[in-house]
């Protein structure tokens, strides 16, 4: 359905045919690409005095886009052959239709989720905060993706409807496709997403730069209800030959419409969770679960203390419990510490007049 939808030929403007690609030798560079490479190249440039104000190192961008770039091509790649499933299955050779993106094919939600991925591997690698780098990321993201858009205008591409009123034939507007002699007038949606990209990046740049709060969540969570808004509204508006379908079904809600509410979702829980987290608002809920958590896990803690106590549960290795610890245990069992064991009150006292006792003791016995 979705194949070859790529225009390898050239481009419409003003009623006038023009290629869309730089020729060298027997290689093509297309315009698309050059459009994506230098989002990238705006992204990294735009991204290395946000970094710098907000305590990471620059230098951190280069391993995240060796990371992110090829990540983002294979998952953007891997998002649309599962949506669209049906036709690679059909391919004379399905496995070179998967491979070959030079004819079109990269889902910017798979991109996105690849990237994602990438950034939390590296960050764990690193030991610096994930939420922290999602931020400092997606401030930047809308530009890349408004430079990428660009891109689809060269290929005739990501359009909407015909434009049928002479008035709102012109460019931007509109976008002629076909060829020189045979052309109609569809809205120009890569320039309305690119546009409202753009305006999102500035607002969430200038906001994450004036930002004085330490806790992260916020520029991610804005850029989900953002870019969610955008593309779920303009998702309807395309040509039906650009929707994807939901795993090779045809569906009355494009799927993308579909996901970008899901990431709206997302995004309004993660601003409500980050708000929480950084005191703002109290949400009963989430305080509730943490609560039953943190019971549970003292009951946990007080039936193990009871099992070493009685003698039915042996320590951890790791833990390396000394004499000094085997002698106390066995006083409990002879009742020397009975009152001990009744109220724990002696027992604290104790720990905090020893701190050698104190550092001996597994850590679940600690105070």
């Known amino acids: 359905m979705l194949q070859n939808l790529l225009n390898t030929d050239g481009f419409i403007f003003n009623g006038k045919f023009h290629t869309n690609h730089i020729q060298i030798g027997s290689f093509s560079v297309y315009y698309y690409a050059i459009c994506i490479v230098t989002g990238m190249i705006l992204c990294c440039l735009i991204a290395a005095p946000m970094f710098k104000r907000k305590g990471e190192n620059p230098d ?7 990371a992110i770039v090829p990540s983002c091509i294979v998952g953007a790649r891997l998002w649309y052959v599962i949506f669209d499933i049906k036709t690679f299955i059909n391919a004379e050779n399905p496995f070179l239709a998967i491979i070959d993106i030079r004819n079109g094919g990269l889902a910017i939600y798979g991109g996105l989720a690849a990237g994602a991925l990438a950034i939390f591997v590296v960050c764990r690698i690193k030991k610096i905060s994930v939420l922290k780098v999602f931020d400092l990321a997606a401030v930047v993201v809308p530009l890349g993706q408004m430079a990428g858009r660009w891109g689809n205008f060269f290929n005739q591409e990501v359009y909407g409807q015909k434009i049928t009123d002479p008035a709102w034939q012109f460019f931007p507007f509109g976008v002629q496709i076909g060829t020189p002699s045979d052309y109609e007038w569809h809205h120009a949606l890569f320039f309305y997403e690119g546009t409202l990209n753009f305006l999102l990046f500035l607002v969430l740049y200038i906001t994450f730069w004036k930002a004085r709060s330490k806790t992260y969540g916020y520029a991610t969570g804005g850029y989900f209800i953002g870019y969610g808004i955008i593309r779920g509204v ?107 064991n009744g109220a724990g009150e002696t027992n604290g006292a104790n720990d905090k007049n020893n701190p050698k006792d104190k550092k001996d003791l597994p850590e679940d016995n600690r105070e």
């Open 60 to 66: 951190l961008i280069l391993d995240l886009m060796i």
């Open 234 to 340: 303009l998702e309807p508006l395309r040509s039906s030959e650009y929707n994807l379908p939901l795993f090779g079904k045809e569906t009355s809600i494009p799927a993308m419409t579909l996901f970008s509410i899901i990431l709206v979702l997302g995004g309004i829980v993660l601003i409500v969770d980050t708000l929480r987290r950084d005191g703002k608002i109290k949400v009963q809920f989430i305080d509730n679960v943490k609560a039953k958590f943190a019971e549970r896990k003292a009951a946990k803690a007080e039936t193990r203390n009871e099992n070493l106590a009685d003698g039915t549960e042996s320590p951890l290795d790791n833990e390396n419990p000394t004499d000094e610890k085997t002698n106390e245990k066995t006083d409990e069992k002879t009742g020397d510490s009975d009152e001990t």
